[in-house]
């Protein structure tokens, strides 16, 4: 075997955001920790402005007119492309006029259309309306929409979402945004590279100078310019969706009314999105709304909105909640969003289209909300997410079976492999784990545990004695060219091997692992798996204080075919000696065990018996020693796949017996997607309570139950695949219960 080599990583150094203006920025989190407020559902405050059987109507943008209650809207029908629409609101947006008339030559837009009010040096109020590509065509109105002339080119030049910004600027100029990819910019006819321009009006938006380049990046295609001014007005930011999609949304800055700009800058995953329009509600704070594209995200591709303060943005923090406005049902297809703010008691009304009824083409719709009505529910719902290890971070292709633990000190253990030689479970496998002394909420450098040259070194299954403090650590060894089917045939270099070490300083440094196979493993099983998830010490009966960590292993024999089982191993010495209990057959093996209130040992395991699609369980009564038939368990959809099962004993009586339990529960066999949090109050023979945590690509998991009583979820989870990133869930039981509103 080859020799065993223990090794701790030096903590990296971390990272600080530029200030605005100082450069570019190094790449931020994927995902985000901010509350996410779901008002997809509250019919009452939607308003259909159009729809049109078979008709796509999409990309509005609205403007609220002096009177603080007549809005517009424009759109096109089609996507981007098609005849402008135009109707008008004399209520602020609670119904809509029909569809108004319009210039004839409206209907040959090319791209999206944009409204905006402008005033000239003399007083002279006017509504300007372009339509984009080559060449930038613009339309006028001086009776607030009522009349309008044609659509008429402003200069030699073209671009996508024509003046998606128009800012008056302090010596009464206009300054208009937009953004090119190559191709219309003096029709070159190409895409070259994305780039945001700038042009400027001194004559109240009659006329426009020649575009000139603010912002572009070397890797980044920078879009979609949304303007917000800092709240003394003596700063200008300007949101910028990314279209490469290897990137956050970034964000520039100008002190000089846009003379000169910072270089972009990476923005927070919270502020990831398409078309960004952003308005200040009457306390001070910011509204912004757009299309979520955040690489990880529970609502990705939906309409959604983003709640926090101008020095946020500056400073690079998340903000302080999301709010997920409507539910697309395809894609990113959605939310080019038009903003207004109703001044006299600070309703937003936004505006946009999307795919709101499957199967249907999309229609407008607006939405109406207050910050104050969404502040108590932001504060309630706690599923908080943070990414905790990423694939493709530090030289690990992938990170893989996750575990969490809480320390006699409430410290949280988050351990996991990181696999080097790509996805797979043999290879070049290290065993992982970072720590967090606040709940969860912030969390140390990656360290190494174990790493053993090109070998595989995983299956992490820790369990804390809580007499002496020590946290020992379960894991495994192979060949590192030994694959899972090699070992089961008995035809690798070598077998499934069982290690532990242990940690006396709350999980900072780690012992050199220890073997301990001849006395937990039989000479006849070949794979074999320390849980993967945690370990539990018994507080009841003769075997108060035993250690004992669930298994799996693997025989291929004419009486157990599949090969899989599950087993316990013990230690009654707090770990100095490890022993082999009793095991569980046929046909399961990943398993979680937790003791009930009576002593009994409850064991939930992977089931392999495909006529049966839900979970495994079985039961001893002698602390792990022997076990009960199999039984499966209705309530739980089994999807081929590890779970995890806790203790989470409540303030109440009727509490001593709760349980916790999460896996991917989407019910189609073999996939593995819809991280999904269980509740039973009776030991786990009935599971009235479930929580949606992830509705995307979701595998392994492990629970912990913090110590000011929330819940963590540590799993694996993606976009496209399980296996992106391993991802921390925080949230509040009453919000599990139902007791807090929230998604």
Not at 54 to 72: A, F, K, M, S, W
Not at 141 to 155: C, K, V
Not at 566 to 580: A, E, N, Y
């Amino acid at each position: 075997m080859a020799n065993v080599i223990f090794r701790i990583t030096v903590a990296l150094a971390l990272l600080l955001l530029p200030a605005a203006g100082k450069g570019a920025a190094p790449a931020l989190p994927k995902s985000y920790s901010i509350p996410v407020v779901d008002l997809s559902g509250e019919t009452q405050r939607q308003t259909v402005v159009d729809r049109e059987a078979g008709q796509y109507l999409g990309h509005p943008t609205t403007v609220l007119l002096e009177d603080n209650r007549t809005i517009l809207a424009v759109y096109p029908k089609g996507h981007g492309r098609g005849a402008i629409v135009m109707k008008r609101s004399a209520d602020a947006g609670l119904t809509w006029s029909d569809r108004l008339p319009t210039p004839e030559n409206w209907a040959t837009s090319q791209e999206t259309p944009t409204i905006h009010r402008v005033v000239d040096h003399e007083g002279r109020k006017r509504l300007i309306l372009f339509s984009g590509l080559y060449p930038i065509r613009m339309a006028v109105s001086e009776n607030d929409g009522h009349n309008w002339t044609a659509l008429e080119p402003i200069g030699d030049f073209g671009g996508i979402v024509a003046m998606a910004s128009v800012e008056r600027l302090a010596n009464g100029d206009y300054m208009a945004l937009f953004h090119d990819d190559g191709r219309f910019l003096r029709n070159e006819g190409k895409v070259t590279r994305f780039r945001v321009y700038k042009t400027l009006s001194q004559d109240g938006g009659l006329t426009w100078g020649q575009p000139t380049v603010i912002a572009e990046h070397p890797e980044a295609h920078l879009c979609e310019p949304g303007l917000i001014r800092s709240p003394d007005g003596r700063q200008i930011a300007v949101l910028l969706r990314e279209n490469s999609r290897k990137f956050n949304s970034f964000v520039i800055f100008s002190d000089d009314e846009g003379q000169t700009w910072s270089e972009p800058r990476e923005l927070p995953a919270a502020l990831t999105g398409d078309r960004h329009v952003g308005k200040y509600a009457p306390d001070g704070r910011l509204f912004v709304t757009f299309r979520d594209t955040t690489h990880i995200s529970p609502t990705k591709g939906d309409w959604v909105g983003w709640v926090g303060t101008y020095d946020d943005i500056v400073e690079g923090r998340e903000g302080q909640y999301r709010v997920r406005l409507m539910d697309n049902t395809k894609g990113a297809d959605c939310a080019y969003p038009g903003l207004e703010l109703l001044p006299d008691d600070g309703t937003f009304i936004t505006t946009t289209y999307g795919h709101w009824t499957r199967d249907e083409q999309p229609y407008i719709v607006s939405v109406r909300l207050k910050l104050s009505e969404l502040d108590q529910r932001a504060a309630e719902r706690k599923v908080a997410l943070t990414d905790l290890y990423v694939a493709g971070n530090d030289g690990y292709h992938t990170y893989r079976i996750p575990s969490l633990l809480v320390t006699g000190k409430g410290t949280l253990l988050a351990f996991c492999e990181g696999r080097k030689s790509g996805r797979g479970d043999s290879g070049n496998i290290d065993l992982l784990v970072r720590r967090s002394e606040d709940g969860g909420r912030t969390w140390g450098p990656q360290r190494v545990v174990w790493d053993d040259a090109d070998n595989t070194c995983g299956n992490p299954c820790p369990v804390v004695d809580q007499q002496t403090g020590t946290i020992w650590l379960t894991m495994t060894w192979n060949h590192g060219q030994d694959t899972e089917s090699q070992i089961m045939q008995n035809t690798g270099r070598d077998t499934r091997r069982v290690f532990v070490t242990y940690s006396e300083d709350d999980g900072r440094t780690w012992s050199a692992p220890r073997q301990i196979t001849e006395t937990t493993k039989r000479p006849e099983w070949r794979w074999y798996a320390t849980g993967p998830g945690v370990g539990i010490q018994l507080e009841r009966g003769p075997w108060r204080g035993r250690l004992l960590i669930p298994c799996d292993h693997s025989v291929v024999c004419p009486e157990d075919p599949t090969g899989y089982n599950s087993h316990v191993i013990f230690s009654d010495d707090h770990g100095r000696t490890w022993q082999l209990g009793g095991a569980i057959r046929p046909a399961v093996n990943e398993c979680q065990v937790v003791e009930l209130a009576d002593g009994t040992l409850l064991m939930n395991m992977r089931n392999y018996d495909r006529s049966v699609t839900t979970r495994a369980v079985a039961t001893s009564r002698d602390g792990g020693m022997t076990w009960s038939q199999v039984r499966h368990d209705p309530a739980l959809v089994e999807p081929i796949c590890q779970a995890s099962l806790v203790r989470y004993d409540g303030p109440q009586e009727q509490d001593r017996d709760c349980l916790l339990f999460s896996n991917p529960a989407h019910g189609e066999s073999g996939v593995r997607r819809d991280m999904t949090v269980r509740l039973s109050r009776d030991g786990g023979r009935t599971w009235p309570v479930e929580r949606l945590v992830w509705p995307g690509p979701a595998a392994y998991s492990s629970l912990a139950v913090l110590p000011d009583g929330a819940i963590a979820c540590l799993f694996e989870g993606g976009q496209a695949s399980p296996y992106e990133r391993i991802i921390l869930a925080r949230f509040d039981r009453r919000w599990l219960t139902g007791e807090l509103p929230g998604p």
